[in-house]
């Protein structure tokens, strides 16, 4: 997190700016647990409407449910895997490139990223505001569909902040190795 800071420093953000993006970052990482939350809910839904099945019983709106709680886990644990490290890369190719080319291609990644995930960031707002507004729900369970609209809308724009971050980082990182070769 200092890392990140004097870097966002020597770019001269302002200190609002920095505290927004650095704030945005450390609740990026923090957001995960949402999304281990909402796995955990939809396999324990999931494991006891088979269970109940046996039994000839069955756990109304376990679909919906698990569809909903699926949008969840996967836009809130974005962030998470990408402060983990644990996101989907190419080692067997990058891992030949040097440590500028590395930095380069990681760059291109989060601007493609920051491209992806704000269009559906702008998208998620548009689709809760609408379904706020015909009050669209669930089939079965009558479950009001914006506020997970809405929660998938916060999680994409925290991601944005925090691409935004790692995009800054990598550019600082490619003008050091620069300075460094030269």
Not at 2 to 15: D, G, V, Y
Not at 58 to 83: Q, R
């Given at each position: 997190?200092?890392?990140?800071?004097?870097?966002?420093?020597?770019?001269?953000?302002?200190?609002?700016?920095?505290?927004?993006?650095?704030?945005?970052?450390?609740?990026?990482?923090?957001?995960?647990?949402?999304?281990?939350?909402?796995?955990?809910?939809?396999?324990?839904?999931?494991?006891?409407?088979?269970?109940?099945?046996?039994?000839?019983?069955?756990?109304?709106?376990?679909?919906?449910?698990?569809?909903?709680?699926?949008?969840?886990?996967?836009?809130?644990?974005?962030?998470?895997?990408?402060?983990?490290?644990?996101?989907?890369?190419?080692?067997?190719?990058?891992?030949?490139?040097?440590d500028k080319t590395r930095c380069i291609t990681n760059l291109l990644g989060s601007l493609v990223g920051l491209i992806f995930f704000g269009s559906i960031a702008w998208g998620a707002y548009g689709f809760a505001i609408d379904s706020y507004m015909r009050k669209e729900v669930t089939p079965l369970l009558n479950i009001p569909l914006f506020p997970i609209k809405a929660a998938i809308g916060i999680a994409s724009v925290l991601f944005v902040f925090q691409l935004i971050t790692i995009s800054i980082d990598r550019v600082a990182k490619i003008i050091t190795l620069k300075r460094k070769n030269n």
């Open positions: 997190m200092q890392r990140i800071n004097k870097i966002l420093e020597a770019i001269c953000c302002s200190p609002k700016q920095r505290n927004i993006l650095v704030s945005s970052e450390v609740i990026s990482c923090k957001i995960g647990y949402i999304g281990m939350m909402s796995i955990l809910a939809m396999m324990s839904v999931t494991v006891i409407d088979v269970f109940l099945r046996w039994f000839g019983y069955a756990i109304l709106g376990c679909m919906e449910i698990t569809e909903l709680l699926l949008g969840i886990m996967a836009f809130y644990s974005f962030s998470w895997c990408y402060c983990e490290d644990k996101h989907l890369k190419i080692e067997v190719v990058t891992e030949k490139f040097s």
